[in-house]
């Protein structure tokens, strides 16, 4: 019943009202890639994106930056800095700064198109079931010719 102090809306009765939650945040990642959709790096120019939970994790979540792409041609021709990004539960949303350098090796490789897979680290069981990726673009800036 109702409790209020005007009379025709005191001690109303009201009937049950069955009332369903849903949890609408998934776990994920956000990431903003600095050249559209795909991270365009040469031997001579770093390129940048931003990685940011999607929704707020129950325990510290660590992204883990490694060198393990898809493409065994492009292995080694990249670094991640930092190797390692960090997110506490209260900061799960603030976007963090990764730098990707390409090492510049003197060879022609050619271009190579990649799709780098991270890994995480967590007790939070929904993101630690996650295997994020990120396509990736290297362009080599060596070319054949005589010098």
């Given amino acids: 019943s109702t409790h209020s102090t005007l009379p025709p809306y005191n001690e109303l009765q009201v009937d049950p009202v069955a009332v369903t939650v849903a949890d609408v945040d998934v776990a994920g990642l956000i990431v903003k890639l600095s050249h559209g959709d795909r991270i365009v790096v040469n031997g001579t120019e770093d390129a940048y994106f931003t990685v940011a939970l999607s929704s707020k994790p129950s325990d510290v979540v ?10 065994a041609s492009a292995h080694g021709q990249v670094v991640f800095l930092p190797a390692r990004l960090v997110f506490q539960p209260g900061s799960w949303d603030v976007p963090q700064l990764v730098q990707v350098k390409a090492n510049e090796d003197g060879v022609v490789t050619g271009d190579a198109n990649t799709i780098w897979d991270f890994a995480i680290v967590t007790n939070s069981a929904p993101y630690a079931a996650l295997m994020p990726q990120v396509p990736m673009q290297i362009v080599d800036n060596d070319n054949f010719g005589v010098a």
């Fill in 62 to 71: 660590i992204l883990r930056l490694s060198k393990r792409d898809r493409d």
